[in-house]
């Protein structure tokens, strides 16, 4: 089993960058698919960005590629969400999602562990 915890997030104007990070308790860290949602309100769960264990390969959301960059330092048992270029459109709440997995996931759904979010604002 495996904690995630989010942090990173917070009030940026449009155009700003934040870096996104979660930690992740447990010794298996690096045998994790791990992924990055967003919930907006008003708005249906989104997925963001999902990394492989190894960080060989990763895929985006269209609305969210060539801006943001997932990554992640096994090492250090973090995941990492860089996002540049934000615009009013990406505020939501962030979410970290973990499966024990070789595969790329996508799907909410298919992830077993979640943090508890944090927030991201971008103000016009």
């Known amino acids: 089993q495996v904690q995630l915890v989010e942090s990173g997030g917070g009030l940026v104007q449009a155009g700003a960058s934040l870096r996104l990070s979660c930690g992740a308790s447990g010794r298996t860290f690096s045998r994790y698919t791990m992924g990055w949602f967003r919930h907006a309100p008003g708005k249906e769960r989104e997925f963001v960005a999902a990394?492989?264990?190894?960080?060989?390969?990763?895929n985006y959301a269209d609305s969210v590629k060539g801006r943001f960059t997932i990554s992640r330092d096994n090492a250090k048992n973090t995941l990492y969400l860089q996002m540049n270029s934000l615009t009013p459109e990406d505020t939501a709440v962030y979410y970290c999602?973990?499966?024990?997995?070789?595969?790329?996931?996508?799907?909410?759904?298919?992830?077993?562990?979640w943090g508890q979010g944090t927030q991201v604002t971008v103000s016009s």
């Open positions: 999602a973990a499966r024990t997995t070789w595969t790329l996931i996508t799907r909410a759904g298919d992830y077993d562990y």
């Open positions: 990394i492989t264990w190894s960080g060989g390969s990763t």
